[in-house]
């Protein structure tokens, strides 16, 4: 008894709620004509798609930078490596892979100056990381437009010239991680073998890091910075390189991202893609200054999972759609729980 | 350091945000086209527009609680009154005063949640607010979009969605257009000047000058300055922030009004998304920081943020050939004034940190180099 209190409460009521919701959903759903079997195909979709700019918060939460609100800043360095490698018409595992490589530069870059900046303001890292994530992401719309890029699959057709708001890779690298090894069960089930082995693989990549030597230091620094500096770690440097990595992941989740759903999206579209993610690791049970593994991949579950089955299924019953209502109040609930909630670990 | 000593580096740090502004702006107006005469016009407008809201900021800044990124919280309720105001079909500035009433206990309810929250999260109190104003908003969509017209009995047939309920996406506030700012237009110099809107902006600006000087404005400023101190002098401390943030998104929903009565239009479900970015951008630009604001803050803010924005999009027009351009540039501008005062500000804090450690700690060993001579 006294074990489910605890459990209970280190797991949270809000998580406890959505989790019973979700199965409530998945319980119901055959009941008012909604396929099983093409929603969990759905969700397992969604949450490939996502999974990876979720996990791209996990360096900056261990190394004690808090929630990373600037996530757009990696967002925009995965668009310019997608953009470059439409631009230069690579194809198939070429185009995706040198998509990720050309915005590795980028990523690195804005990360280096991203992390510099928020070191010198300790504390108030959250929300000059927001700002300054949709500052840039401002600064980029102007890009967008100027920059010289002229594949005309991408550009808009009467100018000849900007980048139109949505660009479609359809004929370059579409679904190419979806349908790597993809397994086919009945009309409705696809299981997306390529993309989840791509998640697990940058998964395991990061739990094999938190456990290095730079990993360790990164973790000591964000739990306790005056013993980090006693056994002669450098926080800044620290909290830079998780900076960097989280905006590598950034990048990197984004054209995962891009692949799956077919389109990349531009200028405003960086802004309002950060607060799921950090509400899904938040529903997976990290906090503020600690995240793991098991936080990343049950929360991007459990929150793609709603927003999978809630349209269908509400709908359903209520004749009416409410899932962007819904969405909007379970993803900031989750985040303004984690954030008045009192700090375990002492910074 | 006292204040004699200034360098000329420490002043333009002060005031950079202001200069640099001052710079932008006026390199932007001839390219623009516009006549001067037409740009001071807009102004006069929108200081007539903007100035509440901005103005609302002020309490939770003397407070401590940084900008109140929470103040689309008071904007809602306001849009809530107007919404019933139309229905109710009350015209001109009798709708306004009606929407005021309604949206008056919604303001106070919803303010003293914002308060609530934020005692629990003290220290990242802006970060909090912007996320509750996102969850709000939720709650406002759901109430606006699926709970009126259907739980809620709504008289007017127009203004309701074709499905039978929720409120339409254009709100047309025909009888209420500028019904404040026409009660009496007067001609000053060939520029037409909302005199009622001005005075009660200029009354709310003597309201906060007196509020200042009485003894819960004292204590406002007290809990800003050190919390724990505040605490140990017998200030309640909860109830003062509380309190501090009501006041905040009640003006809030009161600016909300006067802006939308001028707008003349109300998009029902994202006139409040860009009321707080809009004001906290103003008061930054007029010289305010995270801990310091006083009224000339606000008015050279909404000037200066104003100007830019009337001309942005035609020098972008011009000098780009495109008036996105333009329109990116300017709101590039205002997230990054927002953001390079809230850098400013983080990194002269934690300088100040650094320089009073540093001084104890010379002090320290003064005092025991002193001593050790002495022995």
């Avoid at chain 1, 939460?61 to 990696?74: E, K, V, Y």
């Avoid at chain 2, 000037?303 to 540039?329: C, D, K, R, T």
Wanted: proline share 3%; glycine share 10%; charged share 10%.
């Amino acid at each position: 008894m006294r074990n489910l209190k605890t459990f209970i409460q280190e797991f949270g009521w809000p998580r406890i709620i959505i989790f019973l919701f979700l199965v409530s959903l998945f319980v119901l759903a055959p009941f008012v004509g909604v396929r099983l079997d093409a929603s969990f195909s759905d969700v397992l979709n969604r949450f490939g798609q996502y999974a990876i700019l979720v996990l791209a918060l996990v360096p900056m939460i261990q190394s004690g930078c808090g929630l990373n609100f600037g996530l757009a800043l990696g967002i925009v360095a995965g668009l310019l490596g997608a953009t470059i490698s439409l631009q230069l018409e690579l194809r198939g595992f070429w185009g995706f892979f040198g998509a990720i490589a050309f915005a590795t530069p980028f990523s690195v870059i804005f990360g280096y100056f991203y992390g510099k900046l928020l070191n010198k303001v300790k504390g108030e890292e959250m929300t000059i990381a927001m700002y300054v994530g949709f500052s840039f992401v401002m600064l980029m719309c102007i890009m967008w437009l100027v920059l010289p890029f002229n594949n005309p699959t991408m550009v808009w057709g009467y100018a000849g010239k900007g980048l139109r708001t949505t660009i479609t890779v359809e004929g370059y690298w579409l679904k190419i991680l979806n349908e790597f090894l993809a397994i086919k069960i009945g009309r409705f089930f696809v299981f997306p073998t390529g993309l989840l082995l791509f998640v697990g693989a940058c998964a395991f990549g990061m739990w094999v890091f938190l456990r290095t030597r730079i990993g360790t230091a990164m973790t000591a620094v964000g739990s306790n910075p005056d013993f980090a500096r006693a056994s002669g770690v450098s926080a800044d440097k620290m909290r830079t390189t998780s900076v960097v990595l989280s905006t590598f992941l950034g990048a990197v989740g984004i054209i995962v991202y891009q692949q799956s759903f077919g389109f990349i999206q531009l200028y405003t579209a960086p802004s309002p893609m950060v607060f799921p993610a950090v509400a899904a690791i938040l529903i997976g049970g990290a906090s503020v200054n600690k995240a793991s593994m098991i936080n990343v991949l049950v929360g991007t579950f459990l929150f793609q999972g709603l927003l999978t089955m809630t349209p269908s299924v509400i709908n359903s019953i209520l004749q009416t759609d409410m899932s962007e209502v819904i969405r909007i109040i379970v993803s900031n609930g989750m985040i303004l729980y984690a954030l008045t909630r009192k700090v375990k670990v002492s910074k | 350091m006292s204040p004699k000593k200034k360098s000329a580096a420490t002043l333009f740090s002060e005031y950079a945000v202001v200069i640099i502004f001052l710079v932008i702006t006026v390199a932007a107006i001839s390219p623009s086209g516009l006549s001067l005469k037409y740009i001071i016009q807009e102004l006069i407008t929108r200081l007539g527009r903007n100035s509440f809201l901005v103005i609302a900021l002020l309490l939770p800044i003397y407070s401590g609680m940084g900008l109140n990124f929470a103040m689309s919280l008071g904007a809602m309720a306001g849009q809530i009154g107007l919404i019933f105001a139309v229905d109710w079909s009350v015209a001109g500035w009798q709708g306004l005063v009606f929407a005021l009433l309604i949206g008056l206990p919604i303001a106070v309810f919803l303010g003293w949640i914002c308060g609530k929250v934020m005692n629990k999260a003290k220290g990242r109190e802006m970060v909090t607010g912007y996320i509750l104003a996102f969850f709000i908003n939720g709650i406002y969509q759901f109430f606006v979009l699926y709970m009126m017209g259907s739980v809620i009995p709504m008289r007017n047939a127009s203004i309701i969605l074709s499905r039978g309920y929720g409120i339409r996406n254009t709100l047309n506030l025909e009888s209420v257009r500028q019904s404040l700012d026409t009660i009496f237009m007067m001609k000053l110099g060939g520029f037409d000047v909302p005199v009622v809107t001005l005075i009660i902006i200029a009354l709310l600006c003597v309201f906060i000058v007196w509020f200042k000087k009485t003894k819960l404005g004292q204590d406002m400023r007290a809990v800003g300055q050190d919390m724990a101190v505040a605490e140990a002098a017998g200030i309640p401390v909860e109830k003062t922030r509380i309190v501090a943030i009501i006041i905040s998104t009640v003006l809030a929903c009161a600016g909300q009004l006067i802006f939308l009565q001028n707008m003349g239009n109300l998009a029902t479900y994202n006139a409040h998304d860009q009321t707080s970015f809009f004001a906290a951008a103003a008061i930054l630009v007029g010289g305010a920081s995270v801990t310091h604001a006083s009224i000339p803050n606000v008015f050279i803010g909404v000037i200066l943020l104003h100007a830019m924005f009337i001309v942005s999009p035609l020098a972008g027009q011009n000098l780009f050939g495109s008036a996105m351009v333009g329109e990116y540039f300017r709101q590039f501008i205002g997230y990054g004034v927002i953001a390079l005062s809230l850098v400013l500000y983080a990194w002269k804090s934690r300088k100040a940190i650094f320089n009073s450690r540093s001084d104890l700690r010379g002090g320290a060993a003064a005092k025991g180099k002193d001593e050790g001579g002495q022995a």
